[in-house]
C-alpha cells in the first residue's frame, strides 16, 4: 500500500490542503492557475456528506489566505448526491454562496453517466442565482452535443473534457474517433459560452478548440486550457508560454484510489510505470 502511495503522488499534490497550496504556489509561480480538488466520491451517509463538505469551505477559505490563484472543484457524490440530492444541494449552496463571498468559482466535476441528468438538474437549479458555479460535460456522452447546446443558451461556463468513467455504447461512443469528433463539435459549440474550458491532453483538440474559438473571435483571456496534475506538464508550460491561459487541476487528500484508477486505466504506459516501481 505504502508503495501505491508513493507512485499516486504523480498525480496527487498530497494528502493535505497544505501539500495542495504548496503546489499551487509552485505552478502559480510558472504562471499557471489552478483548480484544487479535495479527493472523494461517493460518500455514503451523511457525516461523511457534510465532512467532505466542511472540508470544500475549508479549502475556499484556505486558498483565500493564502492568496494563490486558484478556484475548487468537487463531485456531488462526495456532498452525499448518491442517496441524497436535497443534502448534496444544500451543501453546494453552502460552499457557492462562500466562494461568491470570497470572489472564488466553483467547478462541478462531471461523474458516471447515471449522475449526468442528476448533477445538471442541481446545478441548473442554483446557476441563475449563482453564476459563480460551472459544470462539466464529457465528449464521449451522446447526448453532450445537445447538452453544450443548452449550456450556450442558459451562459453556463463549462469545462469540456473526453470523459474518465467506462460507460455502455448506449450512451457513450464505443469509438475513441467518435469521442475526438465529438469533442471537435462541442468545443466549436461552447466558443459561445462564457470563458469555455477545454481539460484535455490530446494535441489534435486543443489545436481543434483553438481553431475554433479564433474563429469566434475570442481572445486569449475569454478561455481556458486545462490539464491535470502530473500530466504533460511541459506542454501545459509551453501553451502558457505562447499567452494561453492555463488551469491545472490539481488533486489532494487520502481518498485517491478513483482517481488514481482512472489515469492508470486511461494510459496503458502509466500501468507499466507503476508495474515498473513495483517491482523495483
Ligand atoms: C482539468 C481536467 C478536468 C477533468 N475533469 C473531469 C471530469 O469532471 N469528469 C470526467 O469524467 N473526466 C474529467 N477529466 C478527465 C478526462 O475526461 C480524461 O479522462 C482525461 O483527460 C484523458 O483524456 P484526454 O482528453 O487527455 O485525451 P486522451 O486521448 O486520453 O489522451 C491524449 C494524450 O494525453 C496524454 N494523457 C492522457 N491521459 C493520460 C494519463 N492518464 N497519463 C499520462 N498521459 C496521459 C497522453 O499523451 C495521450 O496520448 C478531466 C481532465 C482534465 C484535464
Redesign the pocket.
Known sequence: MRALTFLARRFVAGDQIGDAIGAVRALNAEGLKA?LDNLGEDSTDKASALAAADENMLMLRRLGESGVDANI?LKLTQLGMGFDDGLAKESLLRIVAEAERLGSFVRI???GSKFTQKTLDIFYSIHDQHPGVGI?L?AMLRRTEQDAKDAVARKVRV?L?????KEPATVAFPD?KDV?ANYDKCAAILAKAPVPAM????DA?IESALKAFDAAGLVKSEYEL???YG??AKRARELRAKGHVV???VPYGTHWFPYFY???R??K??LLFVARNFFE
Open positions: 483548480t472543484s466535476d462531471m461523474e462539466v464529457q469545462r473534457c473526453k470523459g474518465a468513467y475513441k475526438d481539460a484535455t491532453h490530446d483538440r486545462q490539464m491535470l500530466i504533460r488551469r491545472i487541476y482512472r489515469r492508470i486511461e494510459r504506459e502509466n
